[in-house]
């Protein structure tokens, strides 16, 4: 059973709620959207076809306990479930990333499904698959990558005819980077009242201009 893999590496985790921990990020190859704002354009060729047992003996090295799968899009590969579940079966804290085109059912309950939503300002919102906000239970995160207001309105809309009440994960609205200021769309969230998290990218603040593996 094999993967392709753009990079595994140990860095500091810069997004969702376990931003600023320590993590081993597993960079699938391969992705079936094609963001504007994309900043792993990479990952979408190349990189190394590993075996399950190869992926595992690289994550084991770095000694930490949570771990990431994203992408591209991890789902894209049908042997990624099977990654995730032998990942949980080693007691590790799994995240998975994954851009909401695919449904999401198939993966192991206990992995950590970060639902990133595409807005229409991605180029890319046909593509969603909306049954997967059914399937979303605590600790999964929905996020939104806003890059402009009518982005903003869009996820706002959404999440108020899904719930009229309390949301039922953790909401995060990050602003693509180069194309919204992030103090824009925390007046925005202020205004409205939105029971929201303003997620900013932590290895962009860390490592600014550096492309892979942070």
């Known amino acids: 059973m094999r993967l392709s893999v753009s990079e595994i590496f140990y860095s500091i985790q810069g997004e969702s709620l376990y931003a600023g921990l320590p993590c081993v990020l597993i960079r699938l190859c391969g992705c079936n959207l094609r963001c504007r704002y994309c900043d792993t354009i990479y990952a979408h060729a190349g990189g190394r076809s590993l075996s ?28 990624c479930p099977a990654l995730i579940r032998r990942l949980l079966e ?24 970060i639902l990133d939503m595409k807005c229409p300002g991605s180029g890319e919102c046909e593509k969603n698959d909306y049954s997967n906000l059914d399937l979303l239970t605590a600790p999964d995160q929905l996020k939104f990558v806003i890059t402009d207001r009518q982005d903003y309105e869009w996820a706002r809309s959404l999440l108020g005819s899904r719930w009229r009440n309390a949301l039922p994960v953790p909401v995060l609205f990050s602003p693509a980077s180069g194309l919204l200021e992030p103090q824009l769309l925390a007046a925005w969230i202020l205004q409205d009242r939105l029971p929201v998290r303003l997620q900013l990218q932590l290895h962009k603040i860390l490592w600014p201009g550096t492309e892979r593996g942070v």
């Open 90 to 113: 080693e007691n590790y804290t799994v995240l998975l990333e994954t851009n909401g085109s695919f449904h999401i059912g198939m993966v192991d309950s206990r992995c950590i499904k």
């Open 52 to 79: 399950m047992e190869a992926i595992l003996r690289e994550v084991r090295s770095f000694g930490c306990p949570l771990v990431e799968v994203t992408g591209g899009e991890p789902l894209l590969q049908p042997n």
